[in-house]
Each structure stands twice: as structure tokens, then as C-alpha cells.
């Protein structure tokens, strides 16, 4: 199976970027569709979004992310990046990246390979 490390976070102040990095190692990466998800204290894990294996296709969460966050990746560094701009203090959890053979799907349930995370900030 694919491994799965993501980094790149840390504490931010409203209205600024981060961008998140999800490392993979092990089986063929680009065999994957990608997605990205986030966890805040006291609530349940929440898709953010998640880009096909070529990284041709995305599809965003509506309802939060908008226009603020972007997901792209690089096949030949085994890299899905998160990018994310205009941050607000409910954008802080954790956020995790995770590997689908299907595309579209939000649920957790439909990731078989997840990373450990990385903890994002965003202080008012």
C-alpha cells in the first residue's frame, strides 16, 4: 500500500496561506485519486477536497472552501499539495490527506490509506 506523510503546518494569522504538502511512498502514487480532509477538536473529520490521478480534475467542499483552497500534485515527486489562502480561525484542525481508488467520494469511509496529519492554526 501507499504511505502517506503530510507537513507544512503551523500557526497563521487570519488572512494568511499555508500550503500543505502529503508526501507518499510505496506503491504507484499515481494509481491514486487523492483527497484532503480536516479534523477540529470535538468534531467529526470533514473532506475538504480531492484531485484524480493525473491531477487534471479537482473537486472542492462548497460550502467552506470556495475559492480559498487549492489541490494540486506532482506524479513524478509523489506530492499532493494543499494550498490555502485567506485562512479564518474555523479553518483551524488538523489536516489529513488520503488515498481512493474512486473519484468524487467525500466520505471517510472511501479512503483506504490516511497520513498522521498535520496541525494548522489560525489565530484571530
Known amino acids: 500500500q501507499v504511505q502517506l506523510v503530510e507537513s507544512g503546518g503551523g500557526t497563521v494569522q487570519a488572512g494568511g496561506s499555508l500550503r500543505l504538502s502529503c508526501a507518499a511512498s510505496?506503491?504507484?502514487?499515481?494509481?491514486?485519486?487523492m483527497g484532503w480532509f480536516r479534523q477540529a477538536p470535538g468534531k467529526e473529520r470533514e473532506f475538504v477536497g480531492t484531485?484524480?490521478?493525473?491531477?487534471?480534475?479537482?473537486?472542492n467542499a462548497v460550502d467552506f472552501v470556495k475559492a480559498r483552497f487549492t489541490i494540486s500534485r506532482d506524479n513524478a515527486k509523489q506530492v499532493v499539495y494543499l494550498e490555502m489562502n485567506s485562512l479564518k480561525p474555523e479553518d483551524t484542525a488538523v489536516y489529513y490527506c488520503?488515498?481512493?481508488?474512486?473519484?468524487?467520494?467525500?466520505?471517510?469511509?472511501?479512503?483506504?490509506?490516511w497520513g498522521q496529519g498535520t496541525q494548522v492554526t489560525v489565530s484571530s
Open positions: 488520503a488515498a481512493t481508488r474512486r473519484w468524487i467520494v467525500t466520505s471517510v469511509k472511501e479512503y483506504f490509506t
Open positions: 510505496g506503491q504507484t502514487f499515481s494509481d491514486y485519486n
Open positions: 484531485i484524480n490521478w493525473t491531477g487534471s480534475s479537482t473537486f
